[in-house]
């Protein structure tokens, strides 16, 4: 599946779900992290506007992929905390027209 704009512009970006001591804070592995909603499920993405720049190691945890010390809803918060300042950096960046 071809990228959009809105999930290339992750690249080179501070990682805005920044899940401490976890997060490496390398802008050079930051890629978009769709965050959970009701049109997510197997095989099916939320859209690409519903999600947070994520270094790869955020990303790995909040994908389930890496397990830490961390409670889930705590994980998820950070995740939500992210999709917001991503949705404004990409405001900003002129991406998402308000």
Known sequence: MAQSKLTKAARGQECTIQLYPYCNGNSETTVFCHAPSD???????????????????????????????????????CHIRGVFSTIQ???DQGLIKV
């Not at 197997?42 to 790869?56: F, H, T």
């Open 89 to 91: 950096r990409r405001i």
């Open 39 to 77: 049109s997510k499920g197997m095989g099916i993405k939320s859209p690409d506007w519903w999600g947070a720049d994520g270094c790869s190691d955020c990303h790995d945890i909040v994908d389930g992929r890496r397990s830490v010390d961390l409670p889930a809803d705590e994980i998820l918060r």
